[in-house]
């Protein structure tokens, strides 16, 4: 049984959360805290295989707590239940900065906590963070480590062979992911020579802030995609949360389609609709890369995409990952070109894709 930590100031909070917990034979609450003071007192003293952490609470908050085990060089895999507001979903991005694994959007009643759907997703992430690698203690991903990285980047692109053909990158990332990304996208040059699509699993309303987090670090410019965007080279399009995103031809040009319909692979967006639209594109190559994440997101989608175009799979190294999940099952499909760990994803699509 995963021995689990709930951190949060609602007292009926906490029972709905531990009910739930509880319910999963895998699992079981075996500490609870009112806020961030009394749960990093707990953090001292014992060893859990995951932590639920409220946001918003008196005393000390989640945000302060994780600064706080960063200080103190604690290692702990914590799962952050977030609000779905404009602010809730910028602070969320503080979070994982801070080493935060992953997120659940927490409804404002706790009766509606009890759902199935609720339960579910909730349950499923927990799992995944508890069967993730601990973050080891560091500090968030800043504009002078971009800068530092683009040195690299610069020799990287100078010895880039001249690439012929239309090209065009697809990421698929999730549990991690949002902090994996802030190794790879930072470090592509505002010169690159294709466009960039990507999927990482996230709810409506936090891929915004992702994008606008990104997009502060990177010489590439990084948005939410909108529906119609046309694809330009150097522009990086995160998928909306809570829509499947496809790339499609129109007018001579590709561009972007949201479909709404039911989860695949129980997620929403899914990266196997955004690689299997792929399939009757104009480019030439596609350059997939699988990056850390529960399930088995990309897979089937790769494979049918395979059958149809030229493509090349970079997947990330399992030491790397934070859940070695996704880029797993690409690898045992044996649809993998490339195994290469998260600091080198991104010279490897440089090189890949080239720069003008």
């Known amino acids: 049984m995963k021995k689990i930590l709930i951190i949060d100031?609602?007292?009926?909070?906490?029972?709905?959360?531990?009910?739930?917990?509880?319910?999963?034979?895998?699992?079981?609450?075996?500490?609870k805290a009112k806020d961030g003071v009394e749960g990093l007192d707990l953090l001292k003293k014992n060893t859990?295989?995951?932590?639920?952490?409220?946001?918003?609470?008196?005393?000390?908050?989640?945000?302060?707590?994780?600064?706080?085990?960063?200080?103190?060089?604690?290692?702990?895999?914590?799962?952050?239940?977030?609000?779905?507001?404009?602010?809730?979903?910028?602070?969320?991005?503080?979070a994982l900065d801070l080493g935060a694994l992953d997120f659940v959007h927490k409804?404002?009643?706790a009766s509606e906590c009890r759902g199935e759907d609720f339960t579910k997703h909730f349950i499923n992430t927990l799992a995944a963070v508890a069967e993730s690698r601990?973050?080891?203690?560091?500090?968030?991903?800043?504009?002078?480590?971009?800068?530092?990285?683009?040195?690299?980047?610069?020799?990287?692109?100078?010895?880039?062979?001249?690439?012929?053909?239309?090209?065009?990158?697809?990421?698929?990332?999730?549990?991690?992911?949002?902090?994996?990304?802030?190794?790879?996208?930072?470090?592509?040059p505002k010169n690159l020579k294709t466009p960039v699509?990507?999927?990482?699993?996230?709810?409506?309303?936090?891929?915004?802030?992702?994008?606008?987090?990104?997009?502060?670090?990177?010489?590439?410019?990084?948005?939410?995609?909108?529906?119609?965007?046309?694809?330009?080279?150097?522009?990086?399009?995160?998928?909306?949360?809570?829509?499947?995103?496809?790339?499609?031809?129109?007018?001579?040009?590709?561009?972007?389609?949201y479909m709404d319909g039911p989860t695949r692979e129980g997620v929403r967006p899914c990266a196997n609709f955004m690689y299997e639209s792929l399939m009757d594109s104009d480019y030439d190559e596609i350059c997939c890369v699988v990056l850390?994440?529960?399930?088995?997101?990309g897979t089937e989608g790769i494979k049918n995409l395979k059958s149809k175009k030229k493509v090349y799979v970079i997947g990330q190294e399992e030491s790397t990952c934070t859940v070695y999940g996704m880029p797993k099952a690409v690898a045992t499909a044996g649809l993998v070109d490339q195994v290469v760990k998260l600091e080198d994803v991104a010279q490897e699509i440089i090189l890949h894709v080239g720069v003008n």
């Open 9 to 31: 100031d609602s007292a009926l909070m906490r029972t709905v959360l531990s009910d739930i917990i509880n319910s999963d034979p895998r699992f079981k609450v075996v500490d």
């Open 48 to 94: 859990y295989d995951a932590v639920v952490l409220d946001i918003n609470m008196p005393r000390m908050d989640g945000i302060t707590l994780l600064r706080e085990l960063q200080k103190n060089k604690i290692r702990a895999k914590i799962m952050m239940a977030s609000t779905d507001t404009k602010e809730g979903a910028k602070v969320t991005m503080d």
């Open 107 to 109: 409804p404002d009643r």
């Open 134 to 188: 601990a973050p080891v203690a560091a500090r968030a991903f800043s504009i002078e480590d971009a800068k530092e990285s683009r040195k690299v980047v610069e020799l990287v692109s100078k010895s880039a062979s001249k690439i012929t053909g239309s090209r065009i990158v697809a990421i698929a990332s999730s549990t991690g992911g949002p902090r994996a990304l802030q190794s790879v996208i930072p470090k592509l």
């Open 197 to 257: 699509v990507l999927v990482q699993h996230m709810p409506e309303g936090f891929t915004a802030s992702l994008a606008e987090r990104l997009d502060s670090l990177s010489e590439v410019s990084v948005k939410e995609a909108a529906e119609g965007d046309v694809l330009k080279p150097g522009w990086v399009y995160i998928s909306r949360g809570g829509k499947h995103m496809h790339v499609i031809k129109q007018g001579g040009k590709s561009v972007i389609h």
């Open 292 to 297: 850390t994440g529960m399930g088995a997101d």
